[in-house]
């Protein structure tokens, strides 16, 4: 599985960025798709994921009100758009994928995204929000 991220940029506090994930090679209908987040100095957070086939999300609560995630299975990109951006947004967004549905399905069920659960990592992009 290949995937590119792209969107990231500096905006200011308020702005809006869409991040986008181009993955190649996922081809098992339950495949899912992953963002994560790395802040300098922080570890790696998840923010959200989808299983395009079915649309099943998740999103982390605290980007829950700001924060949505979609697919274009046809085009076999995944969405992330982030609104009212904050500082504390700032870091390096990296999309992840799995072969099967458990990873985001558990995430659904428990709450929380697990970056060990994904075997597949993009180079990241980095999106900085100035205050």
């Known amino acids: 599985v290949q995937l590119v991220e792209s969107g990231g940029g500096l905006v200011p506090a308020g702005g809006s960025l869409r991040l986008s994930c181009a993955a190649s090679g996922l081809t098992s209908d339950e495949g899912v798709i992953a963002w994560f987040r790395q802040a300098p100095g922080k570890e790696r957070e998840g923010v959200s994921c989808i299983r395009p086939s079915v649309t099943t999300t998740y999103l982390a609560n605290s980007m829950k009100d700001r924060f949505t995630i979609s697919s274009d299975k046809d085009k076999n990109m995944v969405y992330l758009q982030m609104n009212s951006l904050k500082p504390k947004d700032t870091a390096t967004y990296y999309c992840?994928?799995?072969?099967?549905?458990?990873?985001?399905?558990?995430?659904?069920?428990?709450?929380?995204?697990?970056?060990?659960?994904?075997?597949?990592w993009g180079q990241g992009t980095q999106v900085s929000v100035s205050s």
């Open positions: 992840a994928a799995d072969g099967h549905e458990y990873p985001c399905l558990r995430a659904v069920l428990d709450h929380d995204l697990l970056k060990t659960e994904y075997g597949s």
